[in-house]
C-alpha cells in the first residue's frame, strides 16, 4: 500500500514539473514572438543626431548609416 501511494507521488510531481516546464516553454515563445512582431511592425521616428562627416562631431558618436533624410 505504502509503495503505491510513493509511485502515485512521483508520478503526480513528475506530472507537474513537466507541466510547468511546458508553460514556461510557452511564455518564453509567446514574450519573444511578441517582441520580433514589435520590432518588424515599428517605425521609430527620426531624432536628431550628429551626422556622419559633420565638422563639430570630433569625438563623439554618430550615426554609421541614417535612414532619416535631413531636414
Same mark, same amino acid.
Given at each position: 500500500?505504502?509503495?503505491?501511494?510513493? *509511485? $502515485?507521488?512521483?508520478? %503526480?510531481?513528475?506530472?507537474? #514539473?513537466?507541466?510547468? *516546464?511546458? +508553460?514556461? +516553454?510557452?511564455? +518564453? #515563445? *509567446?514574450? $519573444?514572438?511578441?517582441?520580433?512582431?514589435?520590432?518588424?511592425?515599428? &517605425?521609430?521616428? =527620426? *531624432?536628431?543626431?550628429? %551626422? &556622419?562627416?559633420?565638422?563639430?562631431?570630433?569625438?563623439?558618436?554618430?550615426?554609421? &548609416?541614417?535612414? =532619416?533624410?535631413? %531636414?
Amino acid at each position: 500500500m505504502t509503495e503505491n501511494v510513493a *509511485v $502515485n507521488s512521483t508520478a %503526480r510531481t513528475k506530472s507537474a #514539473l513537466w507541466f510547468f *516546464v511546458g +508553460l514556461a +516553454l510557452l511564455l +518564453l #515563445l *509567446v514574450a $519573444n514572438g511578441h517582441l520580433v512582431y514589435v520590432a518588424m511592425t515599428s &517605425q521609430p521616428e =527620426c *531624432v536628431t543626431h550628429i %551626422r &556622419q562627416g559633420e565638422a563639430f562631431a570630433q569625438g563623439q558618436y554618430s550615426a554609421a &548609416q541614417s535612414s =532619416c533624410t535631413p %531636414r
